[in-house]
T-cell receptor, first 116, second 115 residues
Framework: ETGVTQTPRHLVMGMTNKKSLKCEQH?????MYWYKQSAKKPLELMFV???????ENNSVPSRFSPECPNSSHLFLHLHTLQPEDSALYLC???????????????FGAGSRLTVL | AQKVTQAQTEISVVEKEDVTLDCVYE???????LFWYKQPPSGELVFLIR??????QNEISGRYSWNFQKSTSSFNFTITASQVVDSAVYFC????????????FGKGTSLLVTP
């Protein structure tokens, strides 16, 4: 248990469904991240929230919609996904962002998403 | 632009062998940070080490050691006397103040240690 909890661990959805991924951390961290891990590709940073404010959006399609209601919770809302969106989605947190403290990320175990 | 290259996609060794995972990086920044993370089959990435660009001292932690060489832009990771529990995917990563401290990961090296 790393201190970052992701649910669900596995999700299968059709292209027309709407679902959400949830991430929770109780480490007292102020920055939270969504990463996408696809086979044979480097981890891709999707979104960063620092003190509940979105600071990074790396050209992610609008069918992915993040939400950070507080520093401990992060959601990734999914709608009208494509089969190529199937991947492992990893949540991470760090002390803060845009400082050396941002470097050391604590990751969750990921949510394995399959889009049919 | 920053880039991390882990040329070894998969490595297979027998238990108790030593194994070195290679990492080569590219950056124009003079201040930067290098990392290694381990991803076991359970999925979560586990932080192993962080080094800054001004500290080229090699580091040893138990069976793990890291060799940082700025001259060759490499930050290699050696596991001595490997064990089955070392089987995982290992990622090298790079960040810098100029990139907003965002981590740039390599594609990872999958290490399989067999009994």
């Amino acid at each position: 248990e790393t201190g970052v909890t992701q649910t669900p661990r596995h999700l299968v959805m059709g292209m027309t469904n709407k679902k959400s991924l949830k991430c929770e951390q109780h480490l007292g961290h102020n920055a939270m991240y969504w990463y996408k891990q696809s086979a044979k590709k480097p981890l891709e940073l999707m979104f960063v929230y620092n003190f509940k404010e979105q600071t990074e959006n790396n050209s992610v399609p609008s069918r992915f919609s993040p939400e950070c209601p507080n520093s401990s919770h992060l959601f990734l809302h999914l709608h009208t996904l494509q089969p190529e969106d199937s991947a492992l989605y990893l949540c991470a947190s760090s002390q803060d962002f845009k400082s050396a403290g941002a470097n050391v990320l604590t990751f969750g175990a990921g949510s394995r998403l399959t889009v049919l | 632009a920053q880039k991390v290259t882990q040329a070894q996609t998969e490595i297979s060794v027998v238990e108790k062998e030593d194994v070195t995972l290679d990492c080569v990086y590219e950056t124009r920044d003079t201040t930067y940070y290098l990392f290694w993370y381990k991803q076991p089959p359970s999925g979560e990435l586990v932080f192993l080490i962080r080094r800054n660009s001004f500290d080229e001292q090699n580091e040893i932690s138990g069976r793990y050691s890291w060799n940082f060489q700025k001259s060759t832009s490499s930050f290699n990771f050696t596991i001595t006397a490997s064990q089955v529990v070392d089987s995982a995917v290992y990622f090298c990563a790079l960040s810098s103040p100029n990139s907003g401290y965002a981590l740039n990961f390599g594609k990872g090296t999958s290490l399989l240690v067999t009994p």
